[in-house]
């Protein structure tokens, strides 16, 4: 497994959105959590300050935000195993013509069924 981190310490920082659950509490107060770390939570006795108090806690976390390439392992098609199995059976020839043979009994088969219901349908 290949792992590639992208990390562009850039002068300017992008801004990031987060989504918030404001809750108002029993007691009064407000709790701001942030969706995508559940863990994370300001309270207040507003909304305002409820949210500012998020925003100090997570910048005193110091985040760093990252993004992994991970490349997939190299593995094999399951079917490629049996890829030329039988190629050096001396039956392999005769089942090949078997399966042709069939496929053209198929193919007069279906031409006689189109035909019939062609003739049906010029009969009406």
């Not at 925003?55 to 190299?74: D, N, S």
């Amino acid at each position: 497994m290949i792992l590639a981190v992208k990390n562009d310490l850039s002068s300017i920082a992008p801004k990031l959105t987060y989504d918030v659950l404001i809750e108002n509490q029993e007691d009064s107060t407000v709790k701001a959590t942030l969706l995508s770390l559940p863990e994370c939570q300001g309270l207040g006795a507003t909304k305002e300050e409820a949210l500012n108090n998020l925003i100090q806690l997570f910048q005193a976390r110091k985040p760093e935000i990252v993004t992994l390439e991970i490349e997939p392992a190299k593995t094999e098609h399951p079917w490629m195993k049996f890829a030329g199995m039988y190629k050096d059976d001396p039956q392999f020839d005769q089942v090949l013509e078997y399966i042709e043979e069939y496929r053209r009994e198929l193919d007069v088969e279906m031409e006689e069924y189109y035909q019939q219901i062609e003739t049906k349908d010029k009969t009406k």
